[in-house]
């Protein structure tokens, strides 16, 4: 009962916000924008954050691989979709990945199977504060500023890294900077948030207000880490949030930023529902 009541506290919490946004902007204009969308371009974004799942399966199998825990990427990407689904459907954004240890554990223990699932959403979030710089070395205004709000990301990059422990770094060391590791890991995590930010960008471009170059290097990976936040449901509503916030930053409207984020959101949606096949289909069971 207290897991219902509190899912039910976020699913309120996601339609609060995403109510409060649509006061704050003009919703009808948003929608327009949404109803206009390009289905090259949201076919587009489906295509990349279909390709970002498989990847990102394939960066957790190499993760555990380099832990002493190996299986085959077709169990890591079937596996991967049943836990994406799940962090869309539950609150939180973490209960399909614990849920993916559980189900990998044997072979190598709930230990190692944690430790794996942990440093692979670790490695996104790394990417994603890097994702940051170049953006904020380009953005037109922002320098001296812009220099050293750089530098905080690197160190607070930095600090993800290090922050463990002794034993939690030796852990880290092994699984990404092991010989014949980190260019793999560098690569896929590269590849998985190129995938996102081009699949955030296809959407503005469908909704007809595309962001510049530079703005989207910025404002998406910031849209993104907005989701991060542990009291919605898949960012619903905190991400539309920041869009109508960030938005103008680019001289953009906000009801642009809003329209893009939703059609990313429902894209994102779309993309997972390979997970939900697997699961009617019978063959992998609910996870613990």
Same mark, same amino acid.
């Given at each position: ?6 899912? /039910? ?6 339609? +609060? ?52 825990? !190996? ?20 609150? =939180?954004?973490?209960? +399909? ?33 890097? !994702? ?43 699984? @990404?900077?092991?010989?014949?590791? @980190? ?10 948030? !190129? ?26 990976? &910031?849209?993104?880490?907005? /989701? ?6 898949? =960012? ?8 109508? &916030?960030? @938005? ?21 949606? !779309?993309?997972?529902?390979? +997970?939900?096949?697997? /699961? ?9």
């Amino acid at each position: 009962m207290r897991r219902r009541l509190w899912w /039910m506290a976020r699913l309120l919490v996601a339609a +609060g916000l995403l109510a409060l946004v649509a006061r704050l902007v003009d919703a009808p204009a948003a929608l327009a924008l949404l109803g206009g969308a390009s289905p090259q371009w949201l076919a587009l974004a489906f295509g990349l954050l279909s390709a970002q799942i498989v990847l990102s399966a394939l960066r957790w199998r190499l993760t555990a691989d380099r832990l002493g825990h !190996a299986f085959g990427a077709g169990q890591a990407i079937r596996e991967y979709y049943l836990g994406v689904l799940a962090n869309f459907a539950l609150p =939180g954004g973490v209960l +399909g990945d614990a849920a993916r240890a559980v189900r990998a554990r044997h072979g190598a223990g709930l230990g190692v199977a944690v430790q794996a699932v942990v440093l692979e959403r670790m490695a996104g979030q790394v990417a994603l504060v890097l !994702a940051l710089i170049p953006g904020l070395l380009l953005w037109p205004g922002l320098a001296p500023w812009g220099l050293a709000l750089a530098a905080a990301l690197l160190v607070a990059a930095g600090g993800l890294v290090t922050g463990p422990g002794r034993r939690a770094g030796r852990i880290v060391a092994r699984a @990404w900077l092991s010989r014949g590791a @980190w260019p793999a890991q560098a690569g896929l995590s590269a590849a998985i948030l !190129a995938a996102n930010l081009g699949a955030f960008a296809a959407c503005a471009a469908a909704t007809g207000v595309p962001l510049p170059a530079t703005a989207a290097l910025v404002l998406i990976p &910031l849209a993104l880490a907005a /989701m991060l936040i542990p009291v919605s449901v898949a =960012g619903w509503g905190l991400r539309e949030g920041a869009a109508a &916030l960030l @938005w103008p930053l680019a001289g953009l409207s906000a009801e642009a930023g809003v329209a893009a984020s939703i059609a990313f959101g429902l894209v994102a949606l !779309a993309a997972v529902l390979p +997970g939900l096949a697997l /699961m009617l289909s019978g063959r992998h069971a609910p996870a613990a």
